[in-house]
């Protein structure tokens, strides 16, 4: 019995092989991904972000900038010279404790006109929460605009291009995808604005 083993094997060595790379394949592309889930922490701060907003006729001759000044964020408004139109960027808040993005409000000047110099705003719903302008978190997370395209054939038989966002945290492997909610979801790429490092709400 042994031997007709050995015999099958050695008769049908390229059968083998078209059976149990494919298996191989996706088991070290399980690994890959299922592993870092089990090691690396999930993330531990908040992350204030900046993304494409959708079209505000009331905002729409309004460029804008968010940048963090002693710990706090603030919003700088231009005007756009006509016929100049811009969909503006708009904040949003991820949250570790539920993996969730939400739009953060931002009151928006309605009676700047072309000729107005810059007006900085203090963000009003980030008032009482301290926020730092670096790229990585202090738990080691980063924000990665990844792409959209998936890893493959295998990727997609396999479930492995399942996110449909084109940023994710990432760290030591482990990837956090980062959604935007409707309807900012199909929008550009996101940026960090800076992290809130006084600890969860």
């Not at 960027?89 to 969730?100: C, G, N, P």
């Not at 928006?108 to 790229?135: C, F």
């Amino acid at each position: 019995m042994t031997e007709g083993r050995g015999g099958f094997l050695r008769d049908n060595v390229f059968l083998v092989a078209a059976v149990s790379l494919p298996l191989l394949v996706v088991l070290f592309f399980f690994a890959a991904t299922a592993i870092p889930r089990w090691t690396v922490a999930p993330p531990q701060y908040d992350l204030v972000l900046r993304g494409d907003g959708y079209y505000d006729q009331a905002a729409a001759r309004l460029s804008v900038d968010y940048t963090v000044r002693d710990g706090r964020v603030e919003a700088t408004y231009r005007p756009l010279p006509l016929p100049t139109y811009l969909s503006p960027a708009r904040l949003f808040l991820f949250d570790h404790a539920t993996m969730k993005v939400q739009p953060i409000a931002v009151d928006v000047p309605t009676d700047m006109k072309e000729d107005d110099p810059p007006r900085t705003i203090a963000v009003a719903a980030l008032a009482a929460r301290r926020v730092t302008a670096d790229s990585a978190a202090p738990d080691g997370y980063q924000l990665d605009n990844r792409s959209r395209r998936g890893p493959g054939l295998v990727g997609d038989l396999f479930g492995m291009n399942r996110y449909d966002s084109s940023a994710a945290l990432v760290k030591g492997g482990r990837v956090v995808p980062i959604t935007l909610p409707q309807p900012n979801q199909y929008g550009g790429s996101v940026y960090v604005v800076g992290w809130i490092t006084d600890g969860a709400r």
